[in-house]
């Protein structure tokens, strides 16, 4: 039986950062940026990010027309971590499944792709540790205060141990969710100075 994966703030107050980190390089591939090759053999999915080589990988055939049908309803996640474990991170609507689909990349596929976003990319600082027998994973996002929290329970309704640093759960709210964080980034405004008023003289 396939776990359910929650997501929970924590309290950047009570937490105290006690275990190493690793950090975390993420990006995504707008749809057009994705491309499949060979619906019948030899299937390859194609990825591309501005001013980069194309990267390409294999595919069963039944994994390439699914993500053919439905590659504009698909999220395309891009991770490479310090210990260079590299992976295309597929994620799909509840309705098409609830597992993502996953692919091992080479560091220098995943460096390729990401050098294309430049300071676009989200970077982590991740902890892993482990409360009252349930492991977690620790994202300290920088530039931004936010540190989110995962682990994954049978149901989504399964009791937790709750430590001290653990805040409100957030696993249906979509707007923590790391494309939509992404997303914000990359296409955030500066805002414009505040026009100067000329002084007021005195008569």
């Not at 980190?21 to 194609?46: I, M, Q, R, W, Y």
Request: glycine share 4%; with cysteine.
């Amino acid at each position: 039986m396939s776990k359910v994966t929650r997501r929970f703030l924590v309290n950047p107050k009570k937490w105290r950062l006690l275990v190493p980190t690793e950090k975390v390089l993420v990006g995504f591939l707008p749809p057009e940026a994705v491309d499949c090759h060979g619906l019948e053999k030899n299937s390859k999915l194609s990825l591309s990010a501005p001013g980069n080589k194309t990267e390409y990988i294999q595919l069963r055939i039944v994994e390439a027309i699914f993500i053919n049908a439905y590659k504009g309803m698909l999220d395309f996640e891009i991770s490479l971590d310090e210990k260079s474990k590299a992976q295309l991170i597929i994620h799909r609507p509840q309705r098409l499944g609830d597992q993502p689909l996953r692919y091992d990349l080479t560091e220098a596929q995943a460096k390729n792709l990401l050098s294309g976003y430049q300071n676009k990319v989200l970077q982590k600082n991740r902890a892993s540790l482990s409360y009252g027998g349930i492991d977690w994973t620790i994202d300290s996002y920088e530039g931004q205060d936010l540190i989110i929290a995962t682990t994954e329970t049978a149901t989504a309704r399964s009791a937790l141990p709750r430590p001290a640093w653990l805040s409100r759960e957030i696993s249906t709210q979509a707007n923590y969710e790391d494309r939509h964080l992404w997303f914000n980034k990359s296409h955030k405004k500066v805002a414009s100075p505040a026009p100067k008023t000329a002084p007021k003289l005195t008569p």
